[in-house]
């Protein structure tokens, strides 16, 4: 009979691609509850595992962390019932993008046939106008850090490392609302509240990092630039909050509760790592 399967926080993060931290979190909201051994380690079973996948599915079709929480207390996922809904947010995708083309091939036969789309096709093309537009204009911000290859490589390495991207950006979605929860309350950036948030934001920035680390730096110099380029791109979070977030990294590195930076970035934007400093 097979053993049943006995595996370590960092197990779990490194077979799964989910960051320990994220882990914790979904300990901490009661989603997940892993047993302990005697030196307080955690230790996730194969029912664990189905809980994470649970999880993972009830994120990627758009529930927020808490909502996941109920939804979990009222019944339980079986396997087929898991992997049916995972096919169904795949398959929705996919019939997104195929309602998208049909809509303009649609389009040009009726322009080609000298007849004006109806009000209904109107409104679905002027949405898939503005999604279009939103990626360009997200383009041209990029393009003053980046060239086109480099956003192309980003952009294959970012697929390969978070496959379900509305997971990555529910989960800053989600923690830029408790920064600002945090900032309308005046939680002072040196109380251990706001310094937890960091903590967060560095484990939410950590993956990004290393997909490929000689470009982080100038992610950073982008955000700390970002009233240079708002005006072509809504950036993901306001510049107060940023500010924030700085100020509470540094409280936390002072307090030494967050470790210091790898690196600084110079005038032109490049990284110096500490073995280039003299």
């Known amino acids: 009979m097979k053993a049943e399967p006995s595996l370590s926080i960092g197990d779990v993060s490194r077979r799964t691609r989910l960051s320990e931290r994220a882990l ?3 300990e901490a909201e009661g989603l997940v509850s892993p047993s302990r051994t005697a030196a307080g380690r955690r230790v996730y079973s194969l029912a664990d595992l189905r809980r994470l996948q649970q999880v993972q599915i009830l994120r990627r079709a758009g529930y927020a962390l808490a909502e996941i929480r ?11 019932e898991v992997i049916s809904l995972h096919l169904g947010a795949l398959k929705a995708e996919r019939d997104a993008l195929d309602r998208s083309i049909g809509l303009l091939e649609g389009a040009q036969a009726r322009l080609d046939a000298g007849t004006a789309p109806d009000a209904a096709a109107l409104c679905e093309l002027i949405r898939l106008a ?12 990029l393009s003053r850090y980046w ?7 980003w952009k294959e390495a970012f697929n390969c490392a978070f496959p379900n991207t509305s997971c990555v ?13 945090a900032m309308s309350k005046g939680v002072p950036p040196g109380h251990d509240e706001a310094i937890e948030l960091a903590k967060h934001w560095m484990s939410l920035q950590e993956p990004f990092s290393r ?30 909050v940023l500010d924030y977030v700085k100020a509470s990294v ?29």
Do not use: C
């Open 147 to 153: 060239s086109d290859e480099e956003q192309e490589r």
């Open 70 to 80: 109920e939804l979990l207390k009222k019944r339980n996922f079986d396997a087929g």
């Open 24 to 26: 914790r979190l979904y």
């Open 250 to 278: 540094a409280a936390g590195r002072a307090k030494g509760e967050i470790p210091p930076s790898k690196y600084a970035i110079d005038a032109q934007g490049n990284p110096i790592f500490p073995e280039q400093k003299k």
């Open 169 to 181: 950006e529910q989960d800053w979605a989600e923690l830029v609302v408790r920064i600002e929860v």
């Open 211 to 240: 997909v490929l680390p000689e470009y982080w730096p100038r992610v950073v110099q982008m955000y700390a630039e970002m009233d240079q380029w708002s005006h072509l791109a809504t950036p993901p979070f306001s510049k107060a």
């Open 130 to 141: 503005e999604r279009t537009m939103e990626e360009e204009q997200w383009r041209k911000a």
